[in-house]
């Protein structure tokens, strides 16, 4: 987004993560805790009206979504002003029987109840906005991420879900699982370490605040 916008606000509740955060001339880095009120919230990020664009990618469903709502139509220009939020999930081309068919519902049982808002591609997202022709509450619009990936990247992509975190933290062993679901993503032949190309079936929803 730095290569389109002459300022470019980048926000996270994870102090870690903005530490790992790529320094850029154009990007200015916050930490938003989340004891922050809304008021503090539109000030921190520039104030009432200052932001052509808000995105959020995959990772909306973790949000205060009715805050952080708030907080987006006081911050966002009118007119003019555009909120876009994107997500993914296991349905990953040409591996969807494999990993969201029969790896996902074992994963289901473990899942964080906010985390199924994007297994059900957000479309149980409120998203009282107003459409762009980009997707409209209840009904995202699809959108292709293709990728290269190794089949080491794609376990790897796998292992550090979150719904596999909260499953070792309840003692469940899903090694095996994932390891089975690996065995049917078998397109690499004898060559798993050779990149190929993945297509993540994601999905948008776009619009600006309603008058």
Known sequence: MAEHYESVVATDVSEGQLRHAIAHPRVRYLHTPEHLSEDELVALVSGEGSLDLVVVATSIHWFDVPLFYAVVSRALKKPGGVL????????IHPFEAALQGQLYPALRPYQDPRARLAM??????PFPFEPIG???EGVPADMDME????LEDLAGFVMTESVVTTAREKGADLEAV???AMKRVE???????????????????????KC
């Open 84 to 91: 876009a939020v994107w997500g993914y999930n296991y349905d």
């Open 120 to 125: 059900e591609r957000y479309r149980e997202l």
């Open 134 to 136: 980009v997707g409209a």
């Open 147 to 150: 990728v290269e990936m190794t």
């Open 178 to 180: 994932v390891k089975d």
């Open 187 to 209: 397109e690499w032949g004898d060559a798993p370490t050779v990149p190929r190309k993945l297509v993540f079936k994601a999905f948008m929803l776009a619009g600006k605040p």
